[in-house]
């Protein structure tokens, strides 16, 4: 089996329930206050790990008690973490979430997150057939300089553009699979996109991003299911019905999932499928990296 190599953000999620979300200037009582473990590169990191592909985290912590907490609850899901490194300069990255009627609305404070550079990236020694994973919470230099290392190894390179911001062309024609949602369309694509729109919209937005007819563009759309283009040919995967309590982490979940699968060697289609079933499980738990499921979970759903 391949590596998947993740080179994200590590965060503590801060997590407030209330049963709706404050108008701008209100204050409304909440439910309660969680900690879990996050950042969309720990999160995606984890959801490999648990699904059984060896797994390498790199990213930075800060020296402090999250730090410390992050780096102890990430070691324990047996993830390689010899590349995320302690930095004193600042802070452990921190996400403030609130959750009302399972939507979320997210402030994240980058902290250390903000300090990865492209040196960071360049330690690790990837092999092809590796898959190399990243987003948009660490600065984009390292980004691409991880992708540049990715492909001159011949490893399949994954980036979740998210948060979404503007980036290069010469970063996205490093990517092999790009993976968003229709906010993150919209926002690439310049176009109004909403989760009722047809299909045939999504498809020609997404084939105004794509580099190259090889490039796999995967559109997530929640309950809605999966939209992708695969050699140029759109494939569809319906959602699974299920009642959601917090879909901060799905997104992270279905990437980590995509990573893991093609690691083992499973076809792009197979590997979506799989991942839309583990997001779908993902979003039936409280927190982030803590709620992503293992393969024993996801099997039984595949099956039926």
């Known amino acids: 089996m391949s590596r998947v190599f ?3 953000s590590i965060n503590m999620d801060v997590v407030a329930t209330a049963k709706r ?3 701008v200037g209100e204050t409304v009582a909440g439910n309660a206050v969680f900690y879990f473990p996050g950042g969309k590169g720990a999160n995606q990191a984890v959801a490999a790990a648990k699904l059984g592909a060896p797994t390498t985290l790199i990213g930075r912590i800060g020296r402090d008690a999250f730090g410390a907490e992050l780096k102890a609850f990430l070691a324990a899901q047996a993830i390689d973490l010899t590349f995320v490194q302690n930095t004193a300069e600042t802070h452990t990255g921190t996400a403030l979430i609130t959750i009302a009627n399972a939507d979320n609305t ?17 330690a690790p020694v990837l092999a092809k057939g590796d898959i190399a994973v990243s987003q948009f919470e ?4 390292a980004v691409g300089a991880f992708f540049k290392r990715a492909r001159a190894a011949d490893a399949t390179t994954i980036l979740n553009p998210a948060p979404a911001i503007e980036f290069s062309r010469e970063l996205l024609d490093l990517v092999d699979i790009l993976v968003l949602n229709e906010g993150e369309l919209g926002f690439l694509t310049k176009t109004e996109i909403r989760d009722t729109d047809d299909d ?12 190259s007819r090889e490039q796999i563009i995967c559109v997530t759309l929640g309950g809605r299911g999966v939209l ?3 050699n140029g040919t759109p494939l569809i995967i319906p959602g699974r019905t299920v009642k959601a309590v917090d879909t901060t982490g799905a997104g992270d979940c279905f990437v980590g999932a995509v990573a893991a699968q093609l690691a083992a060697g499973t ?3 197979e590997a979506l499928r799989y991942a839309n079933s583990a997001a779908s499980i993902c979003v039936q738990r409280m927190g982030a990296a803590p709620s992503m499921p293992t393969a024993a979970e996801v099997t039984p759903i595949l099956k039926k």
Do not use: K, M
């Open 21 to 23: 979300h404050p108008r």
């Open 200 to 211: 045939t919209r999504f498809i020609d937005a997404a084939r105004s991003l794509q580099t």
């Open 267 to 269: 076809s792009i289609g």
């Open 6 to 8: 993740v080179a994200g």
């Open 228 to 230: 992708a283009l695969v």
């Open 138 to 141: 660490i600065p984009l230099p």
């Open 106 to 122: 997210i402030v994240v404070i980058p902290g250390a997150n903000g300090l990865v550079e492209p040196a960071d990236v360049a």
